[in-house]
């Protein structure tokens, strides 16, 4: 049974910095790739960016590349989303997510597993 379990959403001022964490267990995820995907009141869930388990190869959302960087470390089972100038814009949920390789990259319908997510509020 795989798990994923968010953490380190929070409230923040517009510029400034947060690192959401998630834990993963319940199978070997090298033929995997993990994603962060958020959800704004109202909007659909979207994509943020991407990391190949095995491969470290990334993806990024427009909105957010030159931001945010996603890291894995695979000896911990733990993927890393490092959010710097933050933007009232940016206030939503956060969930990390995993999808099998074949799969493309950027659609939550190729996303298996969830976790439950995380809050992060950026206020202006």
């Known amino acids: 049974q795989v798990q994923l379990v968010e953490s380190g959403g929070g409230l923040v001022q517009a510029g400034e910095s947060l690192r959401l964490s998630c834990a993963a267990s319940g199978r070997t995820f090298s033929r995997y790739r993990m994603g962060w995907f958020r959800q704004a009141p109202g909007k659909e869930r979207e994509f943020v960016a991407a990391i190949g388990w095995s491969s470290g190869i990334t993806y990024y959302a427009d909105s957010v590349k030159g931001r945010f960087t996603i890291s894995r470390d695979n000896a911990k089972n733990t993927v890393y989303l490092q959010m710097n100038m933050l933007k009232p814009e940016d206030t939503a949920v956060y969930y990390c997510?995993?999808?099998?390789?074949?799969?493309?990259?950027?659609?939550?319908?190729?996303?298996?597993?969830w976790g439950q997510g995380t809050q992060v509020t950026v206020s202006s």
């Open positions: 997510a995993v999808a099998q390789l074949f799969r493309t990259v950027r659609e939550v319908k190729n996303y298996d597993y």
